[in-house]
C-alpha cells in the first residue's frame, strides 16, 4: 500500500523557513515522480512544486519560484520542500503526491494517484 | 497558464440523482483532465483519469467523459458518501491548474 507522511508543518513568522518532508513508502519512490501541492484555509488546491524520480529536474509554480526548493534523498525515501520568506499568503496544508506519468496505447496522461494526509503550515505573527 | 472553469460552484441534490459537474479549459487538453474528491478534513483522492479512466476502487456509478477544451464528471445515482467536494485538474502543461471545485451537498 502506498503511504506519504508529510511532516514539518507549524506556526512560523512572516519571513522565516520551514523545511517540509514526506516519508514514502509501499512503492519504488526512486521510479516516481513526485509534486507538492497545497490548500490554503476553505480555498482550493494548488500545485506548488514537481521533481522528478532521479531530482534531475524540477518545476515551480510562479507564486514560489525563488523561495522554494523542491528536493528528495532516494536512499531515504524521502522527499523535501525547504520554504524560504514566507508571507501570510502562504499558510495552507501542503500534501505531498505521487505524481503518475503514463505514455501508453491505451491511456496517456498525468495524474496524482496517491497523496498523503497534509502538514499544515501557518505563516503569522 | 490554463485556466479551468468548474461549474457549478456548488449544488444541493438528494440521494439518488444523476449529477452532472463540467469543467471548461481555456485551451485544449487531449484528454489530460482528472477528478478528484475531497471531504472535509481530508486529502483529496482521485477518482477519474485521462478524462474518463476510472482509478481503481471507485464505484462505478462515477464517470468521466469528454476531450479539447469541455468535460464532463457525472454520478449516475447519488449516494450518502458521495457529498463532498470535486475538482478537476489539468495536466496537460506546466504549470498545472486545478478548477475551483463544485460542492455537492444534501438536499
Known amino acids: 500500500e502506498v503511504q506519504l507522511l508529510e511532516s514539518g508543518g507549524g506556526l512560523i513568522q512572516p519571513g522565516g523557513s520551514l523545511r517540509l518532508s514526506c516519508a514514502a513508502s509501499?512503492?519504488?519512490?526512486?521510479?516516481?515522480?513526485m509534486s507538492w501541492v497545497r490548500q490554503a484555509p476553505g480555498k482550493g488546491l494548488e500545485w506548488v512544486s514537481y521533481?522528478?524520480?532521479?531530482?534531475?529536474?524540477?518545476h515551480y509554480a510562479d507564486s514560489v519560484k525563488d523561495r522554494f526548493a523542491i528536493s528528495r534523498d532516494n536512499s531515504k525515501n524521502t522527499l523535501y520542500l525547504q520554504m524560504n520568506s514566507l508571507s501570510a499568503e502562504d499558510t495552507a496544508v501542503y500534501y505531498c503526491?505521487?505524481?503518475?506519468?503514463?505514455?501508453?496505447?491505451?491511456?496517456?496522461?498525468?495524474?496524482?494517484?496517491?497523496w498523503g494526509q497534509g502538514t499544515l503550515v501557518t505563516v503569522s505573527s | 497558464d490554463i485556466q479551468m472553469t468548474q461549474s457549478p460552484s456548488s449544488l444541493s441534490a438528494s440521494v439518488g440523482d444523476r449529477v452532472t459537474i463540467t469543467c471548461r479549459a481555456s485551451?485544449?487538453?487531449?484528454?489530460?483532465l482528472n477528478w478528484y474528491q475531497q471531504k472535509p478534513g481530508r486529502a483529496p483522492k482521485l477518482l477519474v483519469y485521462?478524462?474518463?479512466a476510472l482509478q481503481s476502487g471507485v464505484p462505478s456509478r462515477f464517470s468521466g467523459s469528454g476531450s479539447g477544451t469541455d468535460f464532463t464528471l457525472t454520478i449516475s445515482s447519488l449516494q450518502p458518501d458521495d457529498f463532498a467536494t470535486y475538482y478537476c485538474?489539468?495536466?496537460?502543461?506546466?504549470?498545472?491548474?486545478f478548477g475551483g471545485g463544485t460542492k455537492v451537498e444534501i438536499k
Open positions: 485521462g478524462a474518463s
Open positions: 509501499g512503492f519504488t519512490f526512486s521510479n516516481e515522480a
Open positions: 485538474q489539468q495536466t496537460y502543461t506546466t504549470p498545472l491548474t
Open positions: 521533481i522528478t524520480g532521479s531530482g534531475g529536474t524540477t
Open positions: 503526491v505521487k505524481d503518475t506519468t503514463i505514455f501508453g496505447v491505451v491511456i496517456t496522461g498525468r495524474w496524482f494517484d496517491a
Open positions: 485551451q485544449s487538453l487531449n484528454t489530460f
